[in-house]
Each structure stands twice: as C-alpha cells, then as structure tokens.
C-alpha cells in the first residue's frame, strides 16, 4: 500500500519537533507500506468493483507490524485518564518519553470517520494522549470499498475547524493511502455481516 498525502491537522509544543514524534511517523510509514492483499503478496491490489470490498481486514498487516515490529501495543486504551477515550479502542498505541500516541484506521462511514478525529482531538487536549495519527482511504481507492467509508474527500472541508482546536501540545496526523494497483485476479476484500457500519 502507498501513502499519497499527509495531513497535520495541528502541530504545537515540544512534541511536533521530537525525536518521538519523528518514530512515530517512522512506524507508520512503515507499518503502511507493509499492509498488503491479497495478505502475504506483499503489495496492495484491490479487486475493482464499485462498493465491492470490505475495510476491516485491510488494517490487519498495518497494526501486526506496528506490534511485532515497532514495538507499539496492541488495541486498546492508555492505562490512565481515559475520559474521552472510554468512547472505544484505539487500534495500536505507542507510548513515548513524552505521553501516549494513538492510532485508528478507519473502517466505518464518514461519521465515524468524525467520531474517530474529535475523539483523538478532545483527547490530546485533555493531555490523555500527545499524538493521533488517523487513516484513511484516498479517493482513488474509496469507491471500491464499502459506500460511505470515510475518506479524505469529505473530511477536507472540516479541517481547518479542527486546526483551530486549543492544544498546547500535541500533534494530530491524518494519513491518506491507495491500493497499488488493481486486478480482478484477486479475491474482493470480505466485508463484515454485523449490518450496521461498512467493513
């Protein structure tokens, strides 16, 4: 999978200019680059149907590599002053000399994709976490995914919003990604049954 675009939200303080900050996006270009399908091809092809494939399983390289390579945790929540974030898990954690970084990858529609941003924002300012980091898919890949996933497309207008957000420090960091190529040689992405958000 590629990176075609980054995105900081806000970056303020101390924390945007350290040697922890500068790891973290290590990792996550890192972990990115090595998230692949079909899993274990070691490039990222997407079957080429509108609204075809599901989302969830796409973050399971990204987050095993973050874990079993970077050293960050797995799914979870800091282990203290969890106020904002008792809202859900996040998908990998890493905790640096300077506070907590959060990760999420989006894998549900574009109210989610809110729900996920003004969580990492409020919880940055409450100085649970020093950094967020979200994923999300570019508008080249969107469409062969579940309808309404959230994508960078429709969280673009409210950005500048968001950067207006009173942290002191911190740094929230969106993270735009597209498929390598596509082909219908491959298996479609399996979508989640639960009938509620896409997966």
């Known amino acids: 999978m590629k990176i075609v675009e980054t995105l900081d939200v806000f970056t303020r303080g101390s924390f945007a200019t350290s ?11 890192r972990a ?3 998230t692949d399908w079909p ?3 070691g490039s990222f092809t997407i079957y080429p149907e509108k609204h075809g494939n599901g989302v969830v399983p796409i973050k399971l390289p990204c987050v095993a590599t973050l874990i079993d390579k970077c050293g960050w945790s797995r799914e979870g929540l800091p282990p203290e002053k969890a106020k904002t974030l008792k809202t859900g898990n996040l ?3 890493l905790e640096t000399s300077a506070g907590w970084v959060g990760l999420e990858w989006e894998t549900g529609n574009i109210s989610s994709s809110h729900r996920a941003l003004n969580k990492l924002i409020q919880a940055i ?10 994923v999300v898919p570019s508008d080249k890949l969107a469409p062969w995914l579940t309808d309404r996933i959230g994508n960078i497309r429709e ?3 409210y950005l500048d919003g ?3 957000w009173p942290v002191e420090n911190g740094v929230l960091h969106i ?3 597209e498929q390598d190529a596509e082909s219908v040689n491959v298996p479609k992405i399996p979508k989640g049954k639960d009938g509620r958000a896409p997966k």
């Open 155 to 157: 969280l673009r207008p």
């Open 39 to 41: 899993h274990g091809s």
């Open 125 to 134: 300012g409450r100085g649970e976490l020093v950094g967020g980091v979200l």
């Open 19 to 29: 040697p922890e900050w500068a790891r973290v996006q290590r990792d996550v270009e």
């Open 162 to 164: 968001w950067a207006k």
């Open 175 to 177: 993270v735009v990604v």
């Open 91 to 93: 998908d990998a954690l």
């Open 32 to 34: 990115i680059k090595a």
